[in-house]
């Protein structure tokens, strides 16, 4: 797999602007999140807050803006309301005076056949005719909950260049994790010969037994071929109407060209990717930021991650003498941040998160507005944002109290929102910080 850099990084900048200006961005942000539990009972997935300040979503967003792709559309459906707030309080800058936009599509539900989106492909056609209006050359369909920088005009321009029916991203990642993914098989030019979505057991890359192939959930259409493969799909009574179940497998099966781009080494993200479905797996991607060298770096100013942000304070550190004083060790706090005479150890406060005196917390992510009270022991816990943890709380101690008071992970990750706390489930914000309260 040593070759795949050679379909990345060698157009001129000239070919790549014609191309992503005549592109539309779809991004799909319409799925329940199931598997992320708790932190989707009231929000979808990918308004779930990531990284100390942003949301899932910005990613894919900052994405597209560095990518010159500013017409996108966001796909909505579930529990949409904070990710519609964050979108139209922070992502309204575009210009639609020179054809930007951001538009905000929910499940159309037409009138001969009202349902839900019943998968990704049916997304896509239930907004099909909003899509042709706009009449783009190209189509990017993007998954609006994963983790990564990616320039998504290179992919245009070898989707272009190659002379491919439909272009897939792809990553690879070790076999025991394909099994949650789309996995491929390609050929030494890249052209995909077998597809298979979320198979028991992943056939791995021929050169390397312990990694498979898989895709990113990123897929590049011409509009003609997206609108013809969509509504051919829509009549067949035995589809699943999903981009990875149907769409790619018809099209491998079928020989038409179906390309797999590797997310390229040296992008943007350096090679980095991460599907946080779990909240196992995005406690783990959050832990990675605090690392010394962490493999996806937030504070890059060439590659910038945007999101939207109420106007904070800066965090503050409170020492109250002798026996106070706080002790940070491998641990970020956001803005409006306040931390009394504790220690935090490989933590990570989200924006205006407060903390009592003497309390210890190793491994926290304590989400947006969320309080730790007095002398509280946290090792391993997730809060959700606006719990108040009551003074003297412990948490992460006994695995068998925390399963029976919290939801425990498989992983040993202790998640805390504001119903096992027999608190409101709808919180009002302070009114120092606004926004919505997902």
């Not at 990531?50 to 966001?74: E, P, Q, T, W, Y």
Request: some cysteine.
């Amino acid at each position: 797999m040593d070759s795949q850099d050679t379909l990345a990084g060698r157009h001129s900048a000239r070919f790549v602007s014609r191309l992503t200006r005549d592109t539309l961005a779809l991004i799909l942000a319409g799925g329940k999140g199931s598997r992320l539990g708790p932190l989707t009972n009231w929000r979808a997935k990918p308004a779930v807050p990531f990284g100390g300040k942003f949301r899932i979503i910005d990613f894919a967003l900052s994405n597209c803006l560095h990518s010159s792709i500013r017409r996108i559309s966001v796909l909505t459906q579930y529990k949409s309301h904070s990710l519609i707030r964050h979108l139209v309080e922070g992502w309204n800058g575009l210009n639609n005076e020179y054809g930007e936009f951001l538009d905000l599509i929910p499940a159309q539900q037409w009138l001969e056949d009202e349902h839900w989106y019943l998968g990704t492909a049916d997304a896509v056609y239930q907004s099909l005719d909003i899509v042709e209006m706009h009449g783009p050359r190209f189509v990017l369909v993007l998954a609006g909950d994963h983790i990564y920088k990616m320039d998504y005009g290179e992919m245009l321009a070898t989707h272009v260049e190659m002379g491919a029916d439909l272009t897939v991203a792809c990553h690879v990642v070790p076999v025991d994790e394909a099994r949650e993914f789309g996995v491929m098989q390609v050929d030494p030019e890249y052209k995909v010969r077998g597809f298979q979505e979320k198979p028991a057991l992943p056939d791995p890359l021929p050169d390397d037994p312990d990694n498979a192939l898989v895709s990113m959930g990123i897929y590049v259409f011409s509009l003609e071929y997206l609108a013809r493969e969509l509504r051919r799909d829509a009549k067949m009574d035995d589809s699943s109407h999903d981009f990875g179940r149907d769409i790619i497998p018809h099209a491998v099966k079928r020989g038409h060209k179906v390309l797999a781009y590797p997310l390229p080494k040296d992008g943007p993200g350096t090679d980095y990717w991460r599907d946080v479905g779990t909240i196992d797996a995005y406690y783990a991607a959050n832990q990675e930021l605090l690392l010394a060298g962490p493999p996806l770096d937030l504070y890059e100013p060439e590659w910038p991650v945007y999101t939207y942000q109420c106007q904070l304070p800066p965090a503050k550190f409170v020492d109250h003498g002798p026996e106070g004083g706080c002790r940070m060790v491998d641990s970020m706090a956001s803005a409006g941040c306040e931390v009394a005479d504790s220690t935090l150890i490989k933590s990570l406060l989200f924006s205006g998160v407060k903390v009592e005196r003497h309390c210890h917390l190793d491994g926290v992510l304590a989400l947006p507005e969320s309080s730790v009270g007095e002398s509280c022991r946290l090792s391993n816990v997730l809060i959700d944002n606006g719990c108040h943890l009551p003074a003297g709380t412990v948490i992460g101690e006994n695995p068998e109290e925390d399963a029976e008071r919290y939801h425990r992970t498989e992983g040993g990750v202790v998640v805390v929102n504001r119903d096992m706390l027999g608190e409101d489930r709808y919180y009002k914000p302070a009114a120092l910080y606004g926004g919505p309260a997902a």
